[in-house]
């Protein structure tokens, strides 16, 4: 049994969580997220907290455990507070602009990178940093690493875009080889 997934998940008085069939329902004050959940995998309502149990003993539902006791509380944690990922711009004339729901950056190509929000992903751009926030982790997570592909960071100069806390090992180049 998963130690991860036998933790209850607290919630707060103005969280409703509640299963519809198959599906989990999460509605905090900051929105509302829905998430399927495995057969394998049963989830308990029992007041002020959330438990996730094994409803069958396979291997299978066992590996479901303690994931979907993350994922249910990611969902929990995004409907009361929120998630936010900062993504820093590194570069002689790289920049961002957010236009209505449009992400536009200026990455050093011929042309800029116009990148369209999802809808519950809102964007702030204040000199080299953009910040994105929602309440849902896995969308949010892609789009950060979408946005982050458009220029990786490089090895040798390291521009690009990189994570906020992300560490860029450089490379000595043709001169440090001597």
Do not use: C
């Amino acid at each position: 049994m998963s130690r991860i997934g036998k933790k209850p998940i607290p919630l707060t008085k103005d969280v409703k969580v509640h299963m519809d069939g198959d599906i989990l329902k999460v509605k905090g004050p900051k929105g509302e997220l829905e998430r399927w959940i495995h057969p394998g995998v049963r989830v308990n309502v029992d007041g002020d907290q959330v438990t996730v149990s094994v409803s069958e003993e396979t291997r299978e539902a066992k590996s479901f455990h303690g994931l979907f006791r993350i994922l249910v509380a990611n969902m929990v944690t995004g409907v009361t507070n929120g998630f936010e990922r900062v993504l820093e711009i590194v570069g002689v004339g790289y920049r961002a602009e957010v236009k209505d729901r449009t992400a536009v950056l200026h990455l050093g190509y011929s042309h800029p990178v116009k990148f369209d929000l999802p809808e519950g992903i809102e964007a702030k751009v204040d000199k080299s940093r953009v910040v994105l926030t929602g309440i849902d982790k896995e969308l949010l997570g892609r789009v950060a690493a979408k946005i982050r592909n458009f220029r990786a960071p490089d090895s040798y100069k390291g521009k690009g875009i990189r994570y906020a806390n992300e560490v860029v090992r450089k490379k000595a180049g043709k001169a440090g080889s001597k």
